[in-house]
């Protein structure tokens, strides 16, 4: 079935530096990737939902600027946090489908931790 | 984007068939349902979704109202794998999933 890696898996680094987390789909094409945050004991946010060959779309509340997303090719998005302090130390977790009316294929996440 | 209720936890025997309802009472006509469920420290993995009729597959089985404004996911046989935060999300036409609170499954062996 189809797959979406998401690396790396776990990030421990210190407070103002930038972290990128990279999404692919293995075996298939994905226009549409989407970005998710989850804080402990709390359900999946959208944060954004990444366009290949164009701008990001934000969801309301979400820092363009701190979050950057780059979808260069039909198989890679990437998130980057941006100065990274202690309060976005989160699961970061991407996404992406076959087609609108298909399911939603999941990485397995980046633990980010932000010292 | 539509709400979907679920209740936050319930607990089923290993073995034992588990329901897990959802309300969806602002469907829209072309709304999917999907459910989804998260294991601790994983990204959601995909369970089912339908539209209208019930649906069947290795996993679960999903029983749809016939006014669309409930649905229940069926799993025939708990097991201890699957122990998760299940989620029931409405999907219009596009692609935008939005996750509800879930319901946390705990199977007691």
């Known amino acids: 079935g189809a797959v979406v890696s998401q690396h790396p898996s776990r990030v421990i680094c210190k407070s103002g530096t930038s972290v990128k987390i990279e999404c692919r789909s293995l075996?298939?094409?994905?226009?549409?990737m989407f970005w998710y945050r989850q804080f402990p004991k709390q359900s999946l946010m959208l944060m954004a939902t990444s366009n290949e060959g164009s701008k990001a779309t934000y969801e309301q509340g979400v820092e363009k600027d701190k979050f950057l997303i780059n979808h260069a090719s039909l198989t890679l998005s990437t998130l980057t946090v941006t100065s990274a302090h202690p309060e976005d130390s989160s699961f970061y977790i991407c996404?992406?489908?076959?087609?609108?009316?298909?399911?939603?294929?999941f990485g397995d996440g980046t633990r980010l931790s932000i010292l | 984007d539509a709400k979907t209720t679920q209740p936050n936890s319930m607990e089923s025997n290993e073995e034992e068939p588990v329901h897990l309802p959802c309300n969806h009472s602002t469907i829209s006509g072309t709304d999917y349902i999907h459910w989804y469920r998260q294991l601790p420290s994983q990204g959601p993995e995909y369970v089912i979704h339908g539209l209208t009729s019930n649906v069947n597959n290795r996993m679960a089985s999903l029983a749809i109202a016939e006014d669309r404004k409930s649905s229940t996911l069926i799993l025939h046989r708990a097991t201890l794998r699957d122990a998760a935060v299940y989620y029931c999300i409405l999907k219009p036409t596009g692609n935008q999933f939005y996750f509800g609170t879930g319901t946390s499954l705990t199977v007691i062996p």
């Open positions: 996404s992406a489908n076959q087609g609108s009316n298909q399911p939603q294929h």
């Open positions: 075996d298939f094409q994905a226009t549409t």
